[in-house]
């Protein structure tokens, strides 16, 4: 299968944690309030451990795992600093081998749209065998034109060209939805926040393992 390599992103590391990752407070606090208390969590595609540290700091077991070093090393300087039961480690989500089991869950959020159209089912299809439940977050497709959808094409076109592309691309498939068909998912859960400019989704796989 083929791996995905990181991508120097001039927002990685410090700048995202400081200035990109505080915008997603509230987005961080729907998924912490939403998790079983206790579980094992896998967060995907990590950034800089925001989410993964609020979801430690409320008793869950968490391990972060992303493609940047730089949000990595960022992500680790903080879990140092406290007594947290969270670990980071840089890995591709989509090979990602889990060092004890499966995971009660995992977690993306904002993270499918950023990569090239290829590299989104091998990731959501490997997440569901390795959690038994997925809770997705992204841009709901197509997205509003309101404040909140004006806001987030900006973010996504200050990123860079090569991230606004993925995401028009993930726009123009579908968002999440066509994804979760077909890999055959089972939906536990699907609605939309953000003044309906973002979609999330609960899934586990199918029943009958056709995934």
């Given at each position: 299968m083929?791996?995905?390599?990181p991508?120097?992103?001039l ?9 990109v990752?505080?915008m ?17 969590v896998?967060?995907?595609c ?8 609020r ?17 990595i090393?960022f992500a680790q300087g903080r879990?140092e ?6 670990r ?18 995992a977690?993306v ?10 590299f989104?089912r091998?990731?959501?299809?490997n ?7 997925v ?20 973010v996504?076109m ?9 995401f028009?691309d993930?726009?123009r ?11 055959g998912l089972?939906v536990?859960?699907s609605?939309?926040?953000n ?17």
């Amino acid at each position: 299968m083929e791996v995905r390599t990181p991508r120097s992103v001039l927002y990685d590391g410090g700048l995202y944690g400081r200035l990109v990752e505080p915008m997603l407070s509230g987005v961080h606090g729907f998924v912490a309030d939403r998790l079983p208390e206790g579980a094992r969590v896998l967060d995907a595609c990590c950034g800089t451990g925001g989410l993964a540290m609020r979801l430690a700091g409320a008793g869950r077991e968490v391990t972060g795992v992303d493609l940047s070093p730089r949000n990595i090393a960022f992500a680790q300087g903080r879990a140092e600093a406290t007594d947290l039961p969270v670990r980071f480690e840089v890995a591709d989500v989509a090979a990602f081998e889990p060092p004890e089991g499966r995971f009660d869950v995992a977690s993306v959020v904002l993270a499918i749209h950023e990569m090239p159209a290829r590299f989104r089912r091998p990731l959501l299809a490997n997440l569901v065998r390795i959690a038994t439940r997925v809770m997705l977050v992204d841009f709901a497709a197509p997205m509003r034109w309101n404040v909140a959808g004006a806001f987030n094409r900006m973010v996504e076109m200050a990123a860079g060209r090569e991230h606004f592309g993925n995401f028009r691309d993930f726009s123009r498939r579908g968002g999440l939805a066509p994804l979760v068909e077909e890999l055959g998912l089972e939906v536990e859960m699907s609605r939309t926040i953000n003044a309906g400019t973002m979609q999330i989704y609960v899934v586990s796989a199918p029943t009958d393992g056709s995934s």
